[in-house]
Protein backbone atom coordinates (compact mmCIF):
# COMPACT_ATOMS: atom_id res chain seq x y z
CA UNK A 1 0.00 0.00 0.00
CA UNK A 2 1.67 3.18 -0.46
CA UNK A 3 2.22 5.61 1.77
CA UNK A 4 1.24 9.53 2.16
CA UNK A 5 3.28 11.59 -1.10
CA UNK A 6 4.22 14.87 -1.52
CA UNK A 7 5.09 16.78 -4.89
CA UNK A 8 7.15 18.57 -5.46
CA UNK A 9 10.00 17.20 -3.06
CA UNK A 10 12.06 20.39 -2.79
CA UNK A 11 10.95 23.36 -4.52
CA UNK A 12 12.96 26.83 -5.01
CA UNK A 13 11.00 30.19 -6.48
CA UNK A 14 11.48 33.85 -5.97
CA UNK A 15 10.01 36.04 -3.26
CA UNK A 16 6.82 36.89 -4.89
CA UNK A 17 6.45 34.12 -6.92
CA UNK A 18 3.27 31.16 -6.65
CA UNK A 19 3.98 27.64 -5.58
CA UNK A 20 1.72 24.99 -4.89
CA UNK A 21 2.82 22.04 -2.86
CA UNK A 22 0.48 18.44 -3.27
CA UNK A 23 -0.59 15.52 -0.96
CA UNK A 24 -1.63 12.60 -1.89
CA UNK A 25 -3.11 11.18 1.20
CA UNK A 26 -3.07 7.10 1.77
CA UNK A 27 -6.37 5.52 0.10
CA UNK A 28 -9.23 5.57 1.99
CA UNK A 29 -8.10 8.28 4.98
CA UNK A 30 -10.79 11.20 5.07
CA UNK A 31 -8.45 12.99 7.61
CA UNK A 32 -5.70 15.00 5.83
CA UNK A 33 -3.53 17.14 8.00
CA UNK A 34 -1.04 20.13 6.84
CA UNK A 35 1.54 20.92 8.68
CA UNK A 36 5.63 22.70 8.35
CA UNK A 37 8.62 23.10 10.36
CA UNK A 38 10.28 26.70 9.48
CA UNK A 39 13.60 28.00 10.40
CA UNK A 40 14.56 24.76 12.47
CA UNK A 41 11.72 25.76 14.98
CA UNK A 42 9.21 22.69 15.91
CA UNK A 43 6.66 21.61 13.21
CA UNK A 44 2.87 23.40 13.42
CA UNK A 45 -0.34 22.33 12.53
CA UNK A 46 -1.76 24.60 9.58
CA UNK A 47 -4.72 22.94 8.82
CA UNK A 48 -7.12 19.81 8.85
CA UNK A 49 -9.21 18.61 6.35
CA UNK A 50 -12.05 15.73 6.59
CA UNK A 51 -13.16 14.27 3.35
CA UNK A 52 -13.15 17.82 1.13
CA UNK A 53 -14.90 20.15 4.32
CA UNK A 54 -12.12 22.54 5.90
CA UNK A 55 -12.35 20.81 9.99
CA UNK A 56 -9.63 23.53 11.64
CA UNK A 57 -7.56 25.58 9.72
CA UNK A 58 -6.76 27.87 12.80
CA UNK A 59 -3.01 27.20 12.12
CA UNK A 60 -2.80 28.88 8.53
CA UNK A 61 -0.39 31.82 8.89
CA UNK A 62 -2.36 34.34 6.86
CA UNK A 63 -3.99 35.00 3.50
CA UNK A 64 -1.16 33.57 1.28
CA UNK A 65 -2.16 30.45 2.16
CA UNK A 66 -5.17 28.49 0.24
CA UNK A 67 -5.33 24.70 0.97
CA UNK A 68 -8.21 22.93 -1.44
CA UNK A 69 -9.37 19.46 -0.96
CA UNK A 70 -11.45 18.88 -4.31
CA UNK A 71 -13.40 15.45 -4.39
CA UNK A 72 -12.02 14.68 -0.85
CA UNK A 73 -9.06 12.91 -2.20
CA UNK A 74 -5.81 15.01 -3.14
CA UNK A 75 -4.80 18.28 -1.11
CA UNK A 76 -2.99 21.02 -2.61
CA UNK A 77 -1.24 24.34 -0.60
CA UNK A 78 -0.95 27.00 -2.52
CA UNK A 79 1.29 29.91 -1.69
CA UNK A 80 0.75 33.16 -3.11
CA UNK A 81 2.70 35.29 -3.24
CA UNK A 82 5.69 33.13 -1.26
CA UNK A 83 7.96 35.53 1.38
CA UNK A 84 11.45 34.75 2.53
CA UNK A 85 9.77 33.61 5.75
CA UNK A 86 7.82 30.94 4.10
CA UNK A 87 10.85 28.68 3.48
CA UNK A 88 10.95 25.27 5.59
CA UNK A 89 9.17 22.08 5.36
CA UNK A 90 5.84 21.43 4.37
CA UNK A 91 4.06 18.06 5.47
CA UNK A 92 1.22 16.66 4.71
CA UNK A 93 -0.20 13.99 6.95
CA UNK A 94 -3.59 10.91 6.60
CA UNK A 95 -5.20 9.24 8.99
CA UNK A 96 -8.62 7.28 8.70
CA UNK A 97 -11.94 7.99 10.03
CA UNK A 98 -12.56 6.49 13.69
CA UNK A 99 -12.00 8.59 16.01
CA UNK A 100 -9.17 10.75 17.57
CA UNK A 101 -6.91 7.80 18.56
CA UNK A 102 -5.83 6.34 15.42
CA UNK A 103 -3.03 6.35 13.92
CA UNK A 104 -1.61 9.30 11.26
CA UNK A 105 1.09 8.97 8.81
CA UNK A 106 3.09 11.61 7.24
CA UNK A 107 4.75 12.33 3.89
CA UNK A 108 8.25 13.07 3.26
CA UNK A 109 7.73 16.26 2.94
CA UNK A 110 8.10 19.42 0.57
CA UNK A 111 11.57 21.71 1.00
CA UNK A 112 10.52 25.01 -0.47
CA UNK A 113 12.78 27.43 -0.49
CA UNK A 114 12.16 31.26 -0.91
CA UNK A 115 15.29 33.01 -2.27
CA UNK B 1 -0.70 26.72 27.42
CA UNK B 2 -0.01 23.66 25.76
CA UNK B 3 3.56 22.30 26.30
CA UNK B 4 5.72 18.87 24.34
CA UNK B 5 8.92 18.91 25.67
CA UNK B 6 11.73 16.79 24.40
CA UNK B 7 14.94 15.85 26.46
CA UNK B 8 17.70 16.13 25.93
CA UNK B 9 17.57 18.44 23.23
CA UNK B 10 20.92 16.87 21.62
CA UNK B 11 23.06 13.58 22.04
CA UNK B 12 26.11 12.40 20.73
CA UNK B 13 26.63 8.59 21.28
CA UNK B 14 28.84 6.13 20.43
CA UNK B 15 27.95 3.13 18.36
CA UNK B 16 26.47 0.52 20.16
CA UNK B 17 25.53 2.56 23.52
CA UNK B 18 21.72 2.66 24.40
CA UNK B 19 19.96 5.93 25.25
CA UNK B 20 16.50 7.13 26.55
CA UNK B 21 14.59 10.00 24.90
CA UNK B 22 11.65 11.39 27.00
CA UNK B 23 8.70 13.39 25.81
CA UNK B 24 6.24 15.21 28.73
CA UNK B 25 3.22 16.68 27.37
CA UNK B 26 0.51 19.26 29.59
CA UNK B 27 -2.59 17.54 29.18
CA UNK B 28 -3.98 13.89 28.90
CA UNK B 29 -3.69 12.92 25.14
CA UNK B 30 -6.00 11.00 22.69
CA UNK B 31 -2.62 10.06 20.59
CA UNK B 32 0.92 10.16 21.30
CA UNK B 33 3.61 9.34 18.50
CA UNK B 34 7.30 9.11 18.11
CA UNK B 35 8.84 10.30 14.63
CA UNK B 36 12.47 9.97 12.89
CA UNK B 37 13.21 12.57 10.98
CA UNK B 38 16.09 11.28 8.58
CA UNK B 39 18.82 13.67 7.03
CA UNK B 40 16.51 13.66 4.39
CA UNK B 41 13.92 15.14 6.06
CA UNK B 42 11.30 12.40 6.22
CA UNK B 43 9.39 11.88 9.22
CA UNK B 44 9.22 8.26 9.91
CA UNK B 45 6.17 6.39 12.01
CA UNK B 46 8.20 5.02 14.73
CA UNK B 47 5.50 3.88 17.35
CA UNK B 48 1.81 4.90 17.93
CA UNK B 49 1.48 4.87 21.44
CA UNK B 50 -1.18 6.84 23.16
CA UNK B 51 -0.18 4.41 26.61
CA UNK B 52 1.37 1.06 27.41
CA UNK B 53 4.57 -0.02 25.67
CA UNK B 54 5.73 -1.26 22.32
CA UNK B 55 8.61 -2.78 21.32
CA UNK B 56 10.44 -2.82 17.62
CA UNK B 57 13.62 -4.46 17.05
CA UNK B 58 16.64 -2.21 18.74
CA UNK B 59 13.64 0.11 19.64
CA UNK B 60 11.25 0.20 22.30
CA UNK B 61 8.64 3.08 23.97
CA UNK B 62 6.58 3.26 27.33
CA UNK B 63 3.68 6.22 27.66
CA UNK B 64 2.78 6.62 30.87
CA UNK B 65 -0.33 8.85 29.93
CA UNK B 66 -1.22 9.23 33.55
CA UNK B 67 2.01 10.74 34.70
CA UNK B 68 2.08 12.47 30.87
CA UNK B 69 4.72 11.58 29.49
CA UNK B 70 6.62 9.12 26.83
CA UNK B 71 10.33 7.04 26.31
CA UNK B 72 12.15 6.19 23.60
CA UNK B 73 14.47 3.96 23.96
CA UNK B 74 17.36 2.86 21.29
CA UNK B 75 18.94 -0.12 22.12
CA UNK B 76 22.35 -1.07 20.57
CA UNK B 77 22.61 2.44 18.66
CA UNK B 78 23.88 2.53 15.03
CA UNK B 79 24.48 5.32 12.62
CA UNK B 80 21.87 4.77 10.65
CA UNK B 81 19.83 6.26 13.69
CA UNK B 82 20.96 9.41 14.01
CA UNK B 83 18.92 12.13 13.34
CA UNK B 84 15.59 13.91 14.80
CA UNK B 85 13.53 12.03 17.28
CA UNK B 86 10.09 13.99 17.83
CA UNK B 87 7.20 12.99 20.27
CA UNK B 88 3.97 14.53 18.44
CA UNK B 89 0.39 14.71 20.51
CA UNK B 90 -2.80 14.68 20.18
CA UNK B 91 -4.24 16.59 23.28
CA UNK B 92 -7.46 15.60 24.41
CA UNK B 93 -8.98 18.94 25.10
CA UNK B 94 -7.72 20.91 21.86
CA UNK B 95 -8.11 20.39 18.36
CA UNK B 96 -7.60 17.48 16.58
CA UNK B 97 -4.12 18.10 15.55
CA UNK B 98 -0.45 17.22 16.58
CA UNK B 99 1.70 19.38 18.69
CA UNK B 100 5.37 18.39 18.56
CA UNK B 101 8.08 19.07 20.85
CA UNK B 102 11.62 20.62 19.80
CA UNK B 103 12.65 17.29 18.79
CA UNK B 104 15.87 15.05 19.93
CA UNK B 105 18.74 15.47 17.34
CA UNK B 106 20.79 12.01 18.16
CA UNK B 107 24.69 11.78 16.46
CA UNK B 108 25.82 8.12 16.68
CA UNK B 109 29.34 7.97 16.04
CA UNK B 110 31.21 4.66 14.55
Known amino acids: ???????????????????????????GHDNLY??????????????HFVKESKQDESGMPNNRFLAERTGGTYSTLKVQPAELEDSGVYFCASSSLGGRNTEAFFGQGTRLTVV | ????????????????ANSTLRCNFSDSVNNLQWFHQNPWG???NLFYIPSGTKQNGRLSATTVAT????????????????????????????????????????????
Open chain 1, 1 to 27: EAGVTQFPSHSVIEKGQTVTLRCDPIS
Open chain 1, 34 to 47: WYRRVMGKEIKFLL
Open chain 2, 1 to 16: GIQVEQSPPDLILQEG
Open chain 2, 42 to 44: QLI
Open chain 2, 67 to 110: ERYSLLYISSSQTTDSGVYFCAVDLMNTGNQFYFGTGTSLTVIP
